[in-house]
């Protein structure tokens, strides 16, 4: 175990999987010599010669570059630098990445990874602050992960680059600067695998990305007034882990999904539907959703604020429950 | 390298195949044997023919929604590829993917798209691919002129070009994006001239003299093996058919497809085969009967095979 940062971690996972295998290269706007917008790659454009990419400012050459190449055997990871920019790419991730293999028969591979950035919280305003994953999530053939902490970080990105499948992982802004403890070497999280960041015998919190922080400090302040919240980590919302949902549910009778996407179309409709279908009679109460309001992101820090789903408005849905 | 009188006949084999393919795909569609859309190649074979005699099986392409002749000059089975076409499943892609999805990974096919543009950034990937490896192999990307408008275009070429990739794209102006012609979708008389704005070579050939299409290709593969980088070809061609079949092509001057029909690349090769002495009439015809049995197998073979399993509607979503 190693302490390091939540983009330290994705660095880490990026080097390992590179070290083992050179078919994996990077590429993407400013990943190289500026180490990424973020910094996340800082640094590997030294340590991996040749295998560190800058490309123009080209999402649909990245993304379709990178298909390319994965189904004629490397393994790609196409940074795209905020999620908001993927709809420039689409066609190349829905039409293309995700259906290549279906449409060929199961002949072809496309093992590439889509790498990307979402989340408020930085006055970034309406188009740099989404969070897309429901998009993504709508689209057969294509995985999507999104790590809330820096060991899952790491795991999920070395089993991403190693899945034969496309994989979009999605990074939180608010996380890149979070700390813990991070396994050394070799380390995968298998994609599809729920997590219980804190278990608890009265509510489920199903909820992903930096949202799972959010929840985790709204289940404290409840275990101060007697009400145990049982936090969920999708990790993946494809493939999603129904069982250790509807496991959970069947233990504390009451849902709350909490996202950080806006609520019509976003994934927590998906959750909601899965107990609603195969967990019906484990409910004792209506299944409540936390999400941003059907709004774009906005600007002011006053309005930003109160778009967010924060602690107390995950609070307030679960007292809403007892 | 010179073109044996062998190599002549190979093309001529080739471009007749795809003719009589698509022939009869027309005959199956009008007569109801074929679901969904089907686009027809006829009166193109000489660009696909010209261009893939320049490649190995290690050698990849992208195709378009127009791709039947792709896939046959690059290799493709004609069985599998009619199999396909009636979504059997024994077809290239055990009926899942139809005419506009047919792939042959191990033949560096990486599928016809039903995306206009589509296959210009994925060749450009396989190309890195290539490079990457350092073996030699290249990538050549088939695209219409309708494509050469789409944004994919602009991205691809410009990628290609700063990083020096072996790859080759082919436009064949067929002068329709559908029903929008040339001169109207855009104010440019030679789709190559855009080259010069990547700072690669660009040339234009006649599309339907698979001799020249094949020199010019040459030299583009021979730079992209080279380390040389990307080049742009225009083989100025002629759709025949309509846009699909079912479209009988209205929007077309009459006089226009007149004088393309008397530009049809095969007889123009026939011809050059018998007057240079490389092959009698009887001998030509003799392939001609060849590739009609084969093609006419190839139906019995698609008639004869069994439909999908429908559970397998399931499979082949993700690789595990």
Known sequence: ?322 | MALTPKDLLAFYRTMVTIRTFETKAAELFAAGKLPGFVHLYIGEEAAATGVCANLTDADYITSTHRGHGHLIAKGGRVDLMMAELYGKATGYCKGKGGSMHIADVDLGILGANGIVGAGQPIAVGAAFACKYRGNGTVAVCFFGDGAANRGTFHEALNLASIWKLPVVFICENNMYGISNCQRDHMNIVDIADRAAAYGIPGATVDGNDVVAVYEAAAEAVRRARGGDGPSLIECKTWRWRGHFEGDPGAYKNPDEQKAWLAKDPIPRLAQKLIDLGHATAADLAAIDDEVKAQVAAAVDFAEQSPDPDPADVLTDVYAS
């Not at chain 1, 298998?190 to 922080?213: C, E, F, N, Y």
């Not at chain 1, 275990?223 to 949902?245: C, F, N, Q, Y």
């Not at chain 1, 309005?303 to 007892?322: C, D, H, M, N």
């Open chain 1, 1 to 322: 175990m190693k302490k390091m940062t939540y983009a330290e971690a994705i660095r880490d996972g990026l080097r390992v999987e590179m070290q083992r295998d050179p078919s994996v290269y990077l590429c993407g706007e400013d990943v190289g010599k500026f180490g990424g917008c973020f910094g996340v790659t800082a640094g590997l454009v030294d340590e991996f010669p040749g295998r560190v990419l800058d490309t123009p400012i080209t999402e649909t050459a990245i993304i379709g570059s990178a298909v390319g190449a994965a189904a004629a055997g490397l393994r790609p990871v196409a940074e795209i630098m905020f999620v908001d920019f993927t709809g420039v790419c689409m066609d190349e991730l829905f039409n293309q990445a995700s259906k290549m293999r279906y449409m060929f028969g199961g002949k072809a591979k496309v093992p590439m990874v889509l790498r990307t950035i979402c989340g408020g919280g930085l006055g970034a305003a309406a188009q740099h602050s989404q969070c897309m994953e429901a998009w993504f999530a709508h689209i057969p053939g294509i995985k999507t992960v999104l790590p809330a902490t820096p060991a899952d970080a790491k795991g999920l990105m070395a089993a991403a680059i190693r899945d034969d499948n496309p994989v979009v992982y999605i990074e939180h802004k608010q996380l890149l600067g979070l700390s813990g403890d991070v396994p050394a070497g070799e380390y995968l999280v298998p994609l599809g695998q729920a997590d219980i960041k804190r278990a608890g015998g009265d509510v489920t919190i199903v909820t992903w990305s930096w949202m799972v922080h959010r929840a985790l400090a709204a289940a404290e302040a409840l275990a101060r007034e007697g009400i145990a919240a049982e936090i969920i980590d999708l990790r993946s919302v494809v493939p999603l882990d129904k069982e250790t949902i509807l496991k959970s549910v069947a233990k504390t009778n009451k849902l709350v999904i909490v996202h950080e996407a806006v609520k019509t179309g976003g994934f927590g409709g998906e959750v909601a539907a899965v107990v609603a279908e195969e967990g019906f009679d484990l409910l004792d109460t209506p299944i409540k959703r936390v999400t941003a309001p059907d709004t774009p992101v906005p600007f002011s820090a006053v309005l930003e604020k109160a778009y967010l789903p924060s602690e107390g408005k995950i609070i307030q849905a679960v007292k809403e429950l007892f």
